[in-house]
Protein backbone atom coordinates (compact mmCIF):
# COMPACT_ATOMS: atom_id res chain seq x y z
CA UNK A 1 0.00 0.00 0.00
CA UNK A 2 1.64 3.42 -1.39
CA UNK A 3 0.14 5.15 1.79
CA UNK A 4 -2.71 5.56 4.42
CA UNK A 5 -4.51 7.72 7.08
CA UNK A 6 -6.15 7.92 10.24
CA UNK A 7 -7.17 10.14 12.54
CA UNK A 8 -5.83 10.88 15.46
CA UNK A 9 -7.52 10.28 18.73
CA UNK A 10 -8.57 12.92 20.78
CA UNK A 11 -8.07 15.64 18.36
CA UNK A 12 -10.44 16.29 16.00
CA UNK A 13 -9.47 17.45 12.17
CA UNK A 14 -5.78 16.24 12.73
CA UNK A 15 -4.80 13.08 10.52
CA UNK A 16 -1.50 11.02 10.47
CA UNK A 17 -0.29 10.69 7.07
CA UNK A 18 1.94 8.00 6.15
CA UNK A 19 4.02 6.89 3.11
CA UNK A 20 5.61 3.61 2.20
CA UNK A 21 9.41 4.43 1.30
CA UNK A 22 10.66 1.11 0.43
CA UNK A 23 12.91 -1.12 2.38
CA UNK A 24 16.31 -0.84 3.63
CA UNK A 25 19.25 -2.86 3.33
CA UNK A 26 17.98 -5.03 5.89
CA UNK A 27 14.53 -5.75 4.24
CA UNK A 28 12.88 -3.80 6.52
CA UNK A 29 9.92 -1.98 5.71
CA UNK A 30 10.80 2.42 5.66
CA UNK A 31 7.32 4.85 6.13
CA UNK A 32 7.26 8.15 6.44
CA UNK A 33 5.11 9.95 9.12
CA UNK A 34 3.37 13.77 8.56
CA UNK A 35 0.96 15.23 10.60
CA UNK A 36 -1.77 17.08 8.98
CA UNK A 37 -4.85 19.19 10.21
CA UNK A 38 -8.01 19.90 8.02
CA UNK A 39 -11.04 17.94 6.87
CA UNK A 40 -10.65 14.05 5.88
CA UNK A 41 -11.08 15.48 1.59
CA UNK A 42 -8.05 18.10 2.45
CA UNK A 43 -5.81 14.97 4.51
CA UNK A 44 -7.02 12.47 1.25
CA UNK A 45 -5.21 15.53 -1.04
CA UNK A 46 -2.24 15.79 0.76
CA UNK A 47 -1.53 12.30 1.11
CA UNK A 48 -2.19 11.70 -2.66
CA UNK A 49 0.49 14.64 -3.10
CA UNK A 50 2.74 12.70 -1.27
CA UNK A 51 2.33 9.27 -2.59
CA UNK A 52 3.00 11.21 -5.87
CA UNK A 53 5.75 12.88 -4.71
CA UNK A 54 7.43 9.81 -3.79
CA UNK A 55 6.79 7.74 -6.95
CA UNK A 56 8.46 10.43 -8.69
CA UNK A 57 11.85 9.94 -6.81
CA UNK A 58 14.35 7.65 -8.15
CA UNK A 59 13.90 4.21 -6.60
CA UNK A 60 16.94 4.02 -3.70
CA UNK A 61 19.38 1.68 -4.22
CA UNK A 62 20.37 -0.47 -0.61
CA UNK A 63 23.69 -0.20 0.33
CA UNK A 64 25.65 -3.53 1.22
CA UNK A 65 25.92 -4.17 4.74
CA UNK A 66 29.34 -3.17 6.56
CA UNK A 67 32.00 -5.44 6.18
CA UNK A 68 33.61 -5.32 10.10
CA UNK A 69 37.14 -5.70 10.50
CA UNK A 70 40.66 -4.11 10.84
CA UNK A 71 40.07 -1.90 7.17
CA UNK A 72 36.64 -0.35 9.16
CA UNK A 73 36.98 3.26 9.01
CA UNK A 74 35.31 5.70 11.49
CA UNK A 75 33.33 7.28 8.93
CA UNK A 76 31.86 3.52 7.93
CA UNK A 77 30.33 3.35 11.61
CA UNK A 78 28.81 6.42 11.72
CA UNK A 79 27.25 5.51 7.88
CA UNK A 80 26.00 2.61 8.98
CA UNK A 81 24.95 3.94 12.56
CA UNK A 82 23.00 6.64 10.25
CA UNK A 83 21.68 3.57 7.66
CA UNK A 84 20.54 1.41 10.60
CA UNK A 85 19.22 3.52 13.43
CA UNK A 86 18.51 7.53 12.73
CA UNK A 87 15.53 6.33 10.73
CA UNK A 88 14.50 6.38 14.68
CA UNK A 89 15.12 9.73 15.08
CA UNK A 90 13.18 13.10 15.18
CA UNK A 91 14.52 14.66 11.81
CA UNK A 92 16.01 17.67 13.09
CA UNK A 93 18.25 15.04 15.77
CA UNK A 94 18.99 13.65 12.35
CA UNK A 95 20.22 16.40 10.57
CA UNK A 96 22.00 17.75 13.72
CA UNK A 97 24.17 14.47 13.86
CA UNK A 98 25.01 14.36 9.93
CA UNK A 99 25.70 18.26 10.04
CA UNK A 100 28.55 17.38 13.26
CA UNK A 101 29.33 14.19 11.53
CA UNK A 102 30.26 15.75 8.12
CA UNK A 103 31.87 18.92 9.35
CA UNK A 104 33.49 17.76 12.56
CA UNK A 105 34.34 14.10 11.84
CA UNK A 106 34.68 13.10 8.68
CA UNK A 107 37.39 14.83 7.12
CA UNK A 108 39.26 14.31 10.49
CA UNK A 109 39.20 11.69 12.64
CA UNK A 110 36.49 9.81 10.80
CA UNK A 111 39.36 8.70 7.87
CA UNK A 112 41.28 6.93 10.65
CA UNK A 113 40.52 2.94 10.80
CA UNK A 114 39.00 1.95 14.68
CA UNK A 115 41.47 -1.57 14.85
CA UNK A 116 44.21 0.82 15.69
CA UNK A 117 43.01 4.35 17.10
CA UNK A 118 43.91 4.95 20.60
CA UNK A 119 42.24 6.36 23.51
CA UNK A 120 45.29 8.80 23.69
CA UNK A 121 44.56 9.72 19.56
CA UNK A 122 41.11 10.33 20.37
CA UNK A 123 42.05 12.51 23.49
CA UNK A 124 44.45 14.91 20.95
CA UNK A 125 41.58 15.08 18.74
CA UNK A 126 38.80 16.68 21.34
CA UNK A 127 42.37 18.99 21.96
CA UNK A 128 42.77 19.90 18.82
CA UNK A 129 38.59 20.90 18.54
CA UNK A 130 39.13 22.41 21.51
CA UNK A 131 42.27 24.66 20.12
CA UNK A 132 40.63 25.32 16.68
CA UNK A 133 37.71 27.40 18.68
CA UNK A 134 35.02 25.12 19.63
CA UNK A 135 32.48 25.29 22.51
CA UNK A 136 32.60 22.63 25.11
CA UNK A 137 29.23 21.98 23.99
CA UNK A 138 30.42 20.95 20.62
CA UNK A 139 33.02 19.24 21.34
CA UNK A 140 30.85 17.50 23.63
CA UNK A 141 28.32 16.52 20.77
CA UNK A 142 31.02 15.39 18.87
CA UNK A 143 32.11 12.83 21.45
CA UNK A 144 28.55 11.66 21.97
CA UNK A 145 28.03 10.69 18.23
CA UNK A 146 31.77 9.03 18.18
CA UNK A 147 31.02 6.88 20.95
CA UNK A 148 27.64 5.79 19.76
CA UNK A 149 28.81 5.29 16.47
CA UNK A 150 32.09 2.88 17.16
CA UNK A 151 30.20 1.07 20.60
CA UNK A 152 27.58 -0.49 17.45
CA UNK A 153 30.58 -1.30 15.84
CA UNK A 154 32.00 -3.13 18.29
CA UNK A 155 28.92 -4.67 19.00
CA UNK A 156 27.90 -5.31 14.78
CA UNK A 157 31.43 -6.55 14.64
CA UNK A 158 30.92 -9.07 17.74
CA UNK A 159 33.29 -7.73 19.91
CA UNK A 160 36.49 -7.42 17.03
CA UNK A 161 36.27 -4.13 17.01
CA UNK A 162 38.11 -1.94 20.07
CA UNK A 163 35.68 1.17 21.16
CA UNK A 164 38.43 3.50 21.59
CA UNK A 165 36.27 6.63 22.54
CA UNK A 166 35.34 4.88 25.64
CA UNK A 167 37.58 5.63 28.20
CA UNK A 168 38.76 9.44 26.44
CA UNK A 169 38.45 12.00 28.25
CA UNK A 170 37.26 15.84 27.20
CA UNK A 171 39.79 18.60 28.00
CA UNK A 172 38.72 21.47 30.63
CA UNK A 173 37.16 24.69 29.66
CA UNK A 174 38.37 27.39 32.07
CA UNK A 175 35.31 29.98 32.80
CA UNK A 176 36.67 32.48 31.01
CA UNK A 177 36.85 30.17 27.92
CA UNK A 178 33.01 29.32 28.46
CA UNK A 179 30.93 30.98 25.78
CA UNK A 180 28.30 33.36 27.61
CA UNK A 181 24.92 32.02 27.77
CA UNK A 182 22.32 33.39 25.49
CA UNK A 183 21.42 37.08 26.28
CA UNK A 184 17.76 38.30 27.30
CA UNK A 185 17.71 41.32 25.01
CA UNK A 186 16.36 44.53 26.74
CA UNK A 187 13.08 45.84 26.24
CA UNK A 188 14.47 48.65 23.58
CA UNK A 189 16.31 46.41 21.88
CA UNK A 190 13.50 44.37 20.88
CA UNK A 191 10.97 47.45 20.06
CA UNK A 192 13.37 48.63 17.90
CA UNK A 193 14.46 45.00 16.57
CA UNK A 194 9.92 44.85 15.95
CA UNK A 195 9.52 48.48 14.56
CA UNK A 196 12.74 47.53 12.15
CA UNK A 197 10.82 44.03 10.79
CA UNK A 198 7.66 45.41 10.41
CA UNK A 199 8.88 48.33 7.99
CA UNK A 200 10.00 45.74 5.90
CA UNK A 201 7.52 43.18 6.24
CA UNK A 202 4.54 42.90 7.52
CA UNK A 203 4.79 39.24 8.30
CA UNK A 204 7.89 39.07 9.88
CA UNK A 205 7.22 41.64 11.94
CA UNK A 206 4.24 39.94 13.41
CA UNK A 207 6.19 36.72 13.63
CA UNK A 208 8.44 38.02 15.63
CA UNK A 209 6.02 40.10 17.89
CA UNK A 210 4.51 36.96 18.82
CA UNK A 211 7.53 35.07 19.75
CA UNK A 212 8.53 38.04 21.81
CA UNK A 213 4.82 38.58 23.20
CA UNK A 214 4.08 34.75 24.14
CA UNK A 215 7.83 33.07 24.60
CA UNK A 216 6.90 30.10 21.90
CA UNK A 217 9.94 28.64 20.44
CA UNK A 218 10.54 29.46 16.34
CA UNK A 219 9.16 26.01 15.16
CA UNK A 220 6.28 26.57 17.21
CA UNK A 221 5.13 29.98 16.03
CA UNK A 222 5.98 28.60 12.45
CA UNK A 223 3.63 25.67 12.72
CA UNK A 224 0.86 28.13 13.71
CA UNK A 225 -2.84 27.87 11.94
CA UNK A 226 -5.84 30.55 11.61
CA UNK A 227 -7.38 27.71 13.57
CA UNK A 228 -5.31 27.98 16.63
CA UNK A 229 -5.80 31.78 17.02
CA UNK A 230 -9.11 32.78 18.92
CA UNK A 231 -8.26 36.94 18.50
CA UNK A 232 -11.16 37.43 20.39
CA UNK A 233 -10.38 36.37 23.52
CA UNK A 234 -6.85 36.66 23.03
CA UNK A 235 -5.77 33.22 23.06
CA UNK A 236 -2.89 31.34 21.06
CA UNK A 237 -3.19 27.27 21.03
CA UNK A 238 0.17 25.64 20.94
CA UNK A 239 -0.19 22.05 19.56
CA UNK A 240 2.51 21.46 16.86
CA UNK A 241 5.86 22.61 15.93
CA UNK A 242 8.02 22.71 12.47
CA UNK A 243 11.26 21.73 12.41
CA UNK A 244 14.00 21.79 9.54
CA UNK A 245 14.59 18.08 7.38
CA UNK A 246 15.81 17.29 4.34
CA UNK A 247 13.97 18.26 1.28
CA UNK A 248 12.11 20.91 3.66
CA UNK A 249 10.12 21.86 6.84
CA UNK A 250 8.22 19.05 8.43
CA UNK A 251 5.38 19.59 10.88
CA UNK A 252 5.27 17.36 14.00
CA UNK A 253 3.02 17.10 16.97
CA UNK A 254 5.48 18.39 20.49
CA UNK A 255 8.06 15.93 22.25
CA UNK A 256 6.21 16.40 25.46
CA UNK A 257 2.31 16.93 27.00
CA UNK A 258 3.65 20.27 28.70
CA UNK A 259 4.65 21.96 25.18
CA UNK A 260 1.03 21.41 24.29
CA UNK A 261 -0.91 24.54 25.67
CA UNK A 262 -2.89 27.57 25.22
CA UNK A 263 -2.07 30.94 26.08
CA UNK A 264 -2.88 34.98 26.80
CA UNK A 265 -2.00 37.33 23.98
CA UNK A 266 -2.28 40.86 25.06
CA UNK A 267 -4.36 43.31 22.59
CA UNK A 268 -1.95 44.40 20.51
CA UNK A 269 -0.47 41.16 19.46
CA UNK A 270 -3.71 40.44 18.95
CA UNK A 271 -4.82 43.65 16.59
CA UNK A 272 -1.18 42.57 14.48
CA UNK A 273 -2.70 39.34 13.82
CA UNK A 274 -5.58 40.91 12.51
CA UNK A 275 -3.73 42.95 10.51
CA UNK A 276 -1.91 40.27 9.04
CA UNK A 277 -4.97 37.81 8.73
CA UNK A 278 -6.14 41.13 6.30
CA UNK A 279 -3.01 41.11 4.34
CA UNK A 280 -2.87 37.23 3.71
CA UNK A 281 -6.33 37.32 2.21
CA UNK A 282 -5.75 39.97 -0.05
CA UNK A 283 -2.24 37.82 -1.04
CA UNK A 284 -4.72 34.70 -1.43
CA UNK A 285 -7.54 36.81 -3.08
CA UNK A 286 -4.59 38.14 -5.90
CA UNK A 287 -3.37 34.90 -6.85
CA UNK A 288 -6.80 33.65 -6.97
CA UNK A 289 -6.13 31.27 -3.84
CA UNK A 290 -8.41 30.64 -0.58
CA UNK A 291 -7.15 31.05 3.11
CA UNK A 292 -8.20 28.85 5.15
CA UNK A 293 -8.92 28.12 8.60
CA UNK A 294 -5.86 25.34 8.67
CA UNK A 295 -3.59 27.58 6.77
CA UNK A 296 -0.34 28.65 8.43
CA UNK A 297 -0.25 32.08 9.92
CA UNK A 298 3.04 33.03 8.90
CA UNK A 299 3.97 31.41 5.83
CA UNK A 300 5.05 33.19 2.57
CA UNK A 301 2.78 31.51 -0.09
CA UNK A 302 -0.43 32.41 -1.22
CA UNK A 303 -3.43 30.51 0.63
CA UNK A 304 -0.35 29.70 3.30
CA UNK A 305 -0.21 25.99 2.27
CA UNK A 306 2.81 25.83 3.58
CA UNK A 307 4.80 26.32 6.47
CA UNK A 308 7.64 29.21 7.20
CA UNK A 309 11.24 27.28 7.10
CA UNK A 310 12.59 27.76 10.60
CA UNK A 311 15.86 28.27 9.32
CA UNK A 312 14.37 30.97 6.66
CA UNK A 313 13.43 33.05 9.68
CA UNK A 314 16.82 32.88 11.60
CA UNK A 315 18.23 34.46 8.34
CA UNK A 316 15.27 37.41 8.09
CA UNK A 317 16.42 37.77 11.47
CA UNK A 318 20.16 38.20 11.23
CA UNK A 319 19.17 40.96 8.26
CA UNK A 320 16.73 42.76 9.91
CA UNK A 321 19.20 43.11 12.90
CA UNK A 322 21.86 44.18 10.92
CA UNK A 323 19.95 46.67 9.43
CA UNK A 324 18.88 48.46 12.91
CA UNK A 325 22.35 48.32 13.92
CA UNK A 326 21.71 45.93 16.88
CA UNK A 327 24.29 43.39 18.31
CA UNK A 328 25.28 40.13 16.75
CA UNK A 329 24.26 38.02 20.31
CA UNK A 330 20.37 38.38 19.16
CA UNK A 331 18.65 35.73 17.81
CA UNK A 332 15.33 34.49 17.67
CA UNK A 333 15.87 32.13 20.78
CA UNK A 334 16.91 35.57 22.11
CA UNK A 335 13.27 36.68 22.21
CA UNK A 336 12.13 33.24 24.28
CA UNK A 337 14.91 34.31 26.90
CA UNK A 338 13.56 38.00 27.01
CA UNK A 339 9.95 36.82 27.51
CA UNK A 340 11.31 34.34 30.51
CA UNK A 341 13.44 37.22 32.18
CA UNK A 342 10.33 39.79 31.45
CA UNK A 343 8.00 37.04 33.79
CA UNK A 344 10.35 37.33 36.59
CA UNK A 345 8.66 39.58 39.07
CA UNK A 346 5.21 39.17 37.35
CA UNK A 347 3.95 35.90 37.45
CA UNK A 348 5.31 32.76 39.79
CA UNK A 349 7.78 30.07 38.49
CA UNK A 350 4.71 27.42 38.28
CA UNK A 351 2.99 29.55 35.61
CA UNK A 352 6.22 30.61 34.00
CA UNK A 353 6.74 27.04 33.38
CA UNK A 354 3.58 26.24 32.03
CA UNK A 355 3.54 29.68 29.51
CA UNK A 356 6.74 28.70 28.18
CA UNK A 357 6.16 24.86 27.85
CA UNK A 358 9.05 23.74 30.06
CA UNK A 359 8.76 20.03 31.51
CA UNK A 360 11.80 19.49 33.22
CA UNK A 361 13.38 20.21 36.42
CA UNK A 362 15.83 21.51 34.65
CA UNK A 363 13.91 24.06 33.44
CA UNK A 364 11.74 25.19 36.22
CA UNK A 365 11.60 23.73 39.58
CA UNK A 366 8.15 21.90 39.37
CA UNK A 367 5.40 21.74 36.85
CA UNK A 368 1.35 22.93 37.40
CA UNK A 369 -1.48 23.34 35.11
CA UNK A 370 -1.81 26.80 33.23
CA UNK A 371 -3.67 29.26 35.46
CA UNK A 372 -5.58 31.65 33.08
CA UNK A 373 -5.92 34.94 35.55
CA UNK A 374 -1.70 35.01 35.83
CA UNK A 375 -0.98 33.98 32.61
CA UNK A 376 -3.22 36.96 30.87
CA UNK A 377 -1.81 38.97 33.70
CA UNK A 378 1.66 38.15 32.11
CA UNK A 379 0.31 38.61 28.55
CA UNK A 380 -0.62 42.37 29.72
CA UNK A 381 2.96 42.92 30.67
CA UNK A 382 4.49 41.63 27.75
CA UNK A 383 2.40 43.75 25.59
CA UNK A 384 3.42 46.82 27.46
CA UNK A 385 7.19 46.25 27.58
CA UNK A 386 6.69 46.04 23.96
CA UNK A 387 4.85 48.98 22.86
Not at 49 to 59: C, G, I, K, T, Y
Request: aromatic share 6%.
Amino acid sequence: MAGSLRAVEDRPGTWQLRVYLGRDAEGRVRHRHVTFKGSRRQAERELARLVAEQDSQPAAVPEQPANWGPATTVNDAVAAWRDNGWDDLSPKTARHYESIWKVHIAPTIGRRRIAILGTYDVERYYRSLKADGLSMSTVRQVKAVLHRACRLAHKWSAGVLPNPIADADLPTWRLEEQRAEVRAPEPHEVQALLTAAVAEDLRFGVFLRVLAATGIRRGEACALRWSDLDLERGVITVDEGVIAAKGGAVVKEPKTRASVRSLACDERTAAALIELRAEQERIAAAAEERLLDDSFVFSASPGGAVPPHPDSMSHALTRIRNQAGLPPDIHLHSLRHFHATALDPVISEAQKQARLGWSTVHMARHYTDGVPAEDRRAAEHIGRLLG
